[in-house]
């Protein structure tokens, strides 16, 4: 399958800046899987689509204040790092900038020496492992050097960290957010939950894949780097009384939806159970959802993985109609963006 069926058009001016919306006001397109048809409503009204008896499954990871601005020990250039996972012992796999400069056995020192690291690996387009050194406790150090990984587009410093954390995010561990998630507000969910439906979570914490774009002809030939999930035997046990009585499993993000499917493909389609680990899982048209009945996400990139992903669920055709009437209605795209609904 040719990667350029995942091809549209996409005015630059779409791909969503700031000033950043308030949460639960963001556009929504809901989009119906069997028959394509859709309508145009705002976020807050995500409730009128949802029944009692169904749950919604949100990630609850955290994203730390994972880039760091530094310089080379040796040369005083400016140097820049993302933090993506930790691999223990102070190792990290991290993204760097200026990629050509930094090899391995360069020194990078952060925050007058407070914080440095050593490039002990190179891989493929800027990854990199290190090793950091300092005195302390480094999630503090971080705190006080690290800024938010936000995404390139947006260019402006964000003051208040909060914003690009969902309301709900518990475990930290993520190098972006999890950017469905930003629509929700407590009062949303409290509307929510009382309308009989019930809230579950999981964890996948957003590493490399996010960031690394298809260079791939055939969409096949992609391969997915890994990212930690967790879900747990309460959220497993929950899923299964949803699908008893015939409830939707609903998932908030592709984070979400990868997480569960990861677990269903474990489980061989079965009743769930208490499941953690790495998933590098590709969902892409063709693939068999074991969990996922419904998803919210935001609008991707062309010809991305996550456009894969939901044409996978909604069919290509009916995705690309959707696609081509939010840019024609100016629907904001990608992580601050609007909303989708797939039901």
Same mark, same amino acid.
């Given at each position: ?6 091809? %549209?058009?996409? @005015? ?5 800046? /700031? !000033? ?12 119906? +899987? ?50 993506? +996972? ?14 050509? +400069? ?9 925050? *007058? ?18 090793? %950091?050194?300092?005195?302390?406790? =480094? ?11 936000? !995404? ?13 954390? /969902? ?10 957010? @999890? ?33 690394? !774009?298809? /260079?791939?002809?055939?969409?096949? *030939? ?17 899923? &299964? ?38 998933? &590098?899982?590709?969902?892409? !048209?063709?693939?068999? =959802?074991?969990?996922? *009945? ?7 990139? @062309? ?17 690309? &109609? ?15 963006? *609007? ?5």
């Amino acid at each position: 399958m040719n990667v350029d069926l995942y091809d %549209f058009d996409l @005015p630059e001016h779409l791909i969503a800046q /700031t !000033p950043l919306p308030e949460r639960s006001s963001s556009r929504l397109l809901t989009v119906n +899987k069997v028959d394509g048809a859709l309508s145009h409503q705002v976020f807050g009204d995500i409730v009128n689509y949802l029944r009692p008896g169904d749950t919604l499954v949100l990630n609850d990871t955290k994203v730390i204040p994972a880039r760091l601005f530094g310089s080379k020990a040796d040369t005083g250039a400016k140097a820049e790092v993302l933090l993506l +996972k930790a691999l223990g012992e102070d190792r990290w796999e991290a993204l760097v900038k200026p990629g050509k +400069k930094l090899k391995k056995g360069s020194v990078i020192t952060f925050g *007058d020496g407070k914080l440095s690291a050593v490039i002990e690996e190179e891989g493929e387009m800027g990854a990199r492992v290190l090793s %950091f050194s300092y005195e302390g406790i =480094f999630q503090e150090i971080l705190d006080s050097l690290g800024q938010m990984p936000l !995404p390139p587009y947006i260019k402006e410093k964000l003051d208040d960290r909060d914003r690009y954390q /969902t309301v709900y995010a518990k475990h930290e561990g993520s190098a972006a957010a @999890p950017t469905a998630g930003l629509h929700f507000t407590e009062e949303l969910l409290d509307r929510i939950r009382k309308q009989g439906v019930d809230i579950a979570f999981v964890t996948l914490h957003v590493g490399l894949g996010t960031f690394r !774009p298809m /260079t791939v002809d055939r969409v096949e *030939d992609h391969v997915m780097h890994e990212e930690y999930y967790s879900l747990s035997q309460e959220t497993a046990e929950l899923l &299964n009384e949803t699908k008893r009585r015939g409830g939707r499993v609903i998932a908030v993000g592709t984070t979400s939806c990868r997480t569960l499917e990861t677990v269903g493909n474990h489980f061989q389609g079965g009743l769930l159970r208490e499941s953690s680990g790495w998933t &590098n899982i590709f969902i892409y !048209p063709g693939y068999e =959802f074991k969990v996922v *009945d419904a998803l919210i996400t935001n609008f991707h990139l @062309p010809k991305s993985t996550l456009v894969m992903l939901v044409s996978a669920l909604a069919g290509r055709d009916h995705i690309l &109609n959707a696609y081509k009437e939010a840019v024609e209605r100016k629907y904001r795209f990608f992580s601050f963006g *609007d909303a989708m609904f797939i039901y």
